[in-house]
């Protein structure tokens, strides 16, 4: 049920109507009293896009928004997130070189900032192998990662990283050198230990105690919509539930609930986050 007086917002999700629920899936959050979403660009494979250049990724975006624009029609406010998943590189570097690969994807990066630059997405994606890769492997990862980076500090937007669980410490000199407040770069699937802005899973442990800490923090159900993986991460009405469970428990006030799904959403993504 929507509630009246806070919104919800889910950081980090996946509406797929080619592989997985689609549209039922996006009603199902806003049934269970879900506002707003940041709609995340999936890999490129997942879509059946096979990039040997950036700008081939502009088939992966455009499918992004056209999603986009049907999850408004439900009424949901729909904020897109778009760019180059790290694990590209490992799909890359079995049909090219591994310069060539970091090369397509800086280019893919840049072709997302084109999309920041004309409004038609707030933020940009990027990040490091979350498994266990060879040393040139990571070094070339941190490489595209830089460049992200660069280019959040240009678009003037957030960076969702997708990396390695834990803190993620040294990214804070990254964004430094780049010029990107380290609040605005998002570790998705977070930790509290983490510098940079952490979007929690829903059902993090310790969410109560941050808020009571007024650490500012985001929900995400990482969301996969892919019928092979039914529920992965979790399901799209998990934000909204565990939300509104925390708040009936007494874990979190409704102020905590505005600060995590408005306040903060607004200042580390530039967006507007009103109730209709």
């Known amino acids: 049920m929507r509630s009246i007086s806070f919104p919800i917002t889910d950081d ?34 997942s879509l059946s896009v096979h990039p040997t250049c950036g700008a081939d990724y502009s088939g992966v975006f455009d499918e992004t928004l056209r999603v986009a624009d049907l999850v408004s029609g439900t009424g949901l406010v729909v904020f897109t997130v778009l760019g180059v998943h790290p694990a590209e590189i490992s799909r890359l570097t079995e049909r090219m070189n591994l310069e060539q690969a970091v090369t397509v994807m800086k280019a893919g990066l840049n072709c997302a900032a084109r999309y920041v630059h004309e409004g038609k997405a707030v933020a940009l994606k990027s990040g490091r192998p979350h498994y266990e890769v060879d040393p040139e492997i990571l070094a070339a990862s941190n490489d595209v990662l830089a460049h992200a980076l660069s280019l959040a500090a240009e678009c003037n ?25 380290i609040e605005r770069v998002v570790k998705h699937y977070g930790s509290p230990d983490t510098p940079l802005h952490p979007s929690l899973i829903a059902k993090h442990e310790a969410i109560s ?22 529920g992965a991460v979790i399901g799209p009405k998990s934000v909204p539930r565990y939300t509104n469970l925390l708040l009936k428990n007494g874990m979190i006030s409704e102020e905590d609930c505005f600060r995590i799904h408005a306040e903060t959403i607004e200042k580390v993504y530039g967006v507007a986050i009103t109730l209709a």
């Open 12 to 45: 980090h999700i996946h509406i797929d109507p080619v592989n997985g629920r689609g549209l039922e899936a996006a009603k199902d959050f806003l049934r269970a009293g879900g506002t707003h979403m940041f709609l995340v660009s999936k890999p490129s494979w």
């Open 157 to 181: 937007c957030a960076l969702q990283i997708h990396a390695e669980s834990g803190p993620c410490h040294d990214v804070v000199a990254m964004a430094q050198a780049a010029k990107v407040p």
């Open 209 to 230: 105690q941050l808020a009571r800490d007024k650490r500012p923090f985001t929900l995400e159900s990482d969301f996969m919509d892919e019928n092979s993986r039914p």
